[in-house]
């Protein structure tokens, strides 16, 4: 018939003048508005007879049918991955495809789906009609708003075999388990590195990059990841959400609460290969590693971080001042160490007279301990002596 033919030729143009009035999303041929519409109710009227999963569209449920079948005739060739029906396997096929014929008109992202391209607009859109009945977060599309929801539940139903370790949603527990394999199967070109999950390569690689395009209102700092702007923002808060449940000791990012936890445990599952000691940190075990290297970075110094502080030595800039007497120093730690004078607290006691400092005293040298007198007035004379000149050395320095 004439009329199929004319409906058919819309699926050829580029007119869509079928607009649905919810999300602005536009229809050659006005079925499929109609269609699209129960994709905004919540009524779903299809039902599966096997498994009494219901559906929006019958489409949506002619397609899940499928599963329940033993059929699988369509394979892909380069994955061996096989699909129930055909239009599976041809959308699956765009996957291994570099072709990416769907543009965006503002940022110029391509992409291999036209779903996908749907999606990436509602990124330039301001609109945020999910909203989180709970905490009032919104979200401009749905399924964040889904993913979002189950931080609000108590039910970890994924769990890992391998550490116990629990998850809200099955894609996640499945991305934790690469953290187990050896498997490194993504590699950056730059620097040989490799990674267990793709999503890690991605981010190491904008370490290789120049451009610093997350900016810091505050102090204009930037970041080449936007997630290391949003913890960079912990920063200037006052807000310390992270707890401690041993000491009550608050934290303003969760991994520094895991760091300090560590503290509390008597696990110390970092072993050094070279003289069996352990630690509780694997920074504390990196660290210590230096001590059998004879590696030096730089003159004198086998980590480079104790290069840049001996630096400052010989630099006349001193940005660190006092609030209370206005004296500078080169270094943060000499500044604390200097406010401590300002301050009434001595929590440093003598074990001897009760005596008490503001600053811990430098250790007694055993060959400072002189033989000809007994060891126990030994003790109490060189402590008092090295006790003498260390308050006169703290004096000269104010």
């Known amino acids: 018939m ?23 999303r536009s229809f050659n041929v006005k079925s499929n508005l109609n269609d699209h519409f129960s994709s905004h109710s919540e009524q779903r009227k299809y039902k599966c007879d ?8 019958k489409c949506y449920l002619n397609k899940h049918i499928l599963r329940h079948s033993a059929q699988i005739k369509y394979k892909c060739e380069v994955c061996d991955k096989g699909f129930k029906g055909k239009d599976g396997l041809n959308k699956h096929l765009i996957i291994h495809s570099e072709q990416r014929k769907y543009k965006c008109g503002l940022c110029d992202k391509t992409f291999k789906l036209k779903s996908y391209l749907y999606t990436h607009l509602f990124i330039h859109s301001d609109q945020r009609k999910y909203k989180c009945d709970v905490c009032d977060k919104s979200f401009k599309e749905k399924h964040y708003l889904n993913k979002h929801l189950l931080i609000h539940s108590d039910k970890r139903k994924y769990k890992c075999d391998v550490c116990d370790r629990s998850f809200f949603r099955k894609g996640d527990l499945n991305r934790h388990l690469f953290t187990h394999s050896e498997q490194r199967k993504y590699k ?62 608050s934290f303003k990012m969760k991994q520094h609460l895991n760091s300090h936890l560590l503290i509390h445990s008597e696990q110390r599952k970092y ?27 730089s003159k004198d110094f086998k980590e480079k971080g104790s290069l840049k502080k001996h630096f400052l030595v010989h630099s006349e800039q001193r940005k660190h001042k ?50 000809s007198i007994s060891p126990s007035s030994a003790v109490e004379l060189n402590t008092t002596s090295v006790l003498a000149n260390y308050a006169t050395e703290a004096g000269a320095t104010l």
């Not at 007119?15 to 919810?22: A, E, G, L, V």
């Not at 096997?50 to 569209?57: L, N, P, Q, W």
């Open 322 to 371: 006092c609030d209370v007497c206005d004296k500078s120093f080169k270094t943060k730690s000499n500044l604390n160490s200097h406010l401590l004078y300002h301050s009434e607290q001595r929590k440093y006691k003598c074990d001897v007279c009760d005596k008490s400092f503001k600053e811990k005293p430098p250790p007694v040298h055993p060959t400072e301990i002189r033989t």
């Open 188 to 249: 950056c070109d730059v620097c040989d590195k490799s990674f267990n999950v793709k999503s890690n390569l991605n981010r190491h690689l904008f370490t290789h990059s120049k451009q610093r395009k997350y900016k810091c209102d505050v102090c204009y700092k930037r970041f080449k990841v936007k997630s290391n702007l949003c913890s960079h923002l912990l920063i200037h808060s006052e807000q310390r959400n992270y707890i401690c449940y041993v000491c009550g000791n």
């Open 2 to 24: 004439k009329s199929s033919l004319i409906r058919h030729l819309l699926i050829h143009s580029d007119q869509r003048k079928y607009k649905c009035d919810i999300c602005d």
């Open 271 to 297: 072993k050094c290969d070279v003289c069996d000691k352990r630690f509780k940190m694997k920074q504390h075990l990196n660290k210590h590693l230096f001590i059998h290297s004879h590696q030096r970075q």
């Open 50 to 57: 096997v498994c009494d999963k219901s559906f929006k569209g």
